[in-house]
Nanobody, 121 residues
């Protein structure tokens, strides 16, 4: 399984950004895809995930109501739409794949290389 993130960049506070995660995997829809982030000097934390079976989503409290995860199984791609961005959202964002979703990063088997998101004026 290979994952490639894209869409990161610099955005002003209050702005929006959409990240993409392109996944190369046999039976893509079997996998849950998670989004995680890691700020400098901090541990990697879960942002949320979307199940492969039914598209159910889960979000961390810190992003609930601002971030939305969606998937396009025809394109083997998962999206993270980020709205109302804050400076504390600045981090490297990663997507990951696993059959069993969890908000705990260590439980995910496959990872992308990450994309930088910087929220600053």
């Amino acid at each position: 399984v290979q994952l490639v993130e894209s869409g990161g960049g610099l955005v002003q506070p209050g702005g929006s950004l959409r990240l993409s995660c392109a996944v190369s995997a046999f039976s893509f829809d079997y996998y849950a895809i998670g989004w995680f982030r890691q700020a400098p000097g901090k541990e990697r934390e879960g942002v949320g995930f979307i199940k492969g079976s039914d598209g159910t989503t889960y979000y961390a409290d810190s992003v609930k109501g601002r971030f939305t995860i969606s998937r396009d199984n025809a394109k083997n791609t998962v999206y993270l739409q980020m709205n109302s961005l804050k400076s504390e959202d600045t981090a490297v964002y990663y997507c990951a794949a696993d059959r069993m979703p969890s908000i705990v990063p260590a439980r995910w088997d496959y990872w992308g290389q990450g994309t930088q998101v910087t929220v600053s004026s």
